[in-house]
């Protein structure tokens, strides 16, 4: 089992920044992909951005590409998402997820609990 924990959420105004950390634990972290992804109120869950397990391949949504960036550190069993030009369509809860192979879809296997992003105008 694979424990994940978001941080780093928050209120900030249209044009700021934020940086989003999730911690891993109970598995080896460096064999999984990694994906932030996104739920805003009466929407889908979406995928924001995602990250191969050795950090040479990302992917973002075209919504939030140029402005987002997604990290990892494997030594310390980090994944960061810094968000930068926020517009208030970013508001949600952003959640952290790790998936076996790499993947471009929402079912991954881990999930964090979600970290809330509030944008406003």
């Known amino acids: 089992q694979l424990q994940l924990v978001e941080s780093g959420g928050g209120l900030v105004q249209a044009g700021g920044s934020l940086r989003l950390s999730c911690t891993a634990s109970g598995r080896t972290f460096s064999i999984y992909t990694m994906g932030w992804f996104r739920q805003a109120p009466g929407k889908e869950r979406e995928l924001v951005a995602v990250?191969?397990?050795?950090?040479?391949?990302?992917h973002y949504a075209d919504s939030v590409k140029g402005r987002f960036t997604i990290s990892r550190d494997n030594a310390k069993n980090m994944v960061y998402l810094q968000m930068n030009s926020l517009k208030p369509e970013d508001t949600a809860v952003y959640y952290c997820?790790?998936?076996?192979?790499?993947?471009?879809?929402?079912?991954?296997?881990?999930w964090g609990q979600g970290t809330q992003v509030t944008v406003s105008s």
């Open positions: 990250i191969g397990n050795r950090g040479i391949y990302t």
């Open positions: 997820a790790a998936n076996s192979y790499l993947k471009l879809a929402v079912s991954y296997d881990y």
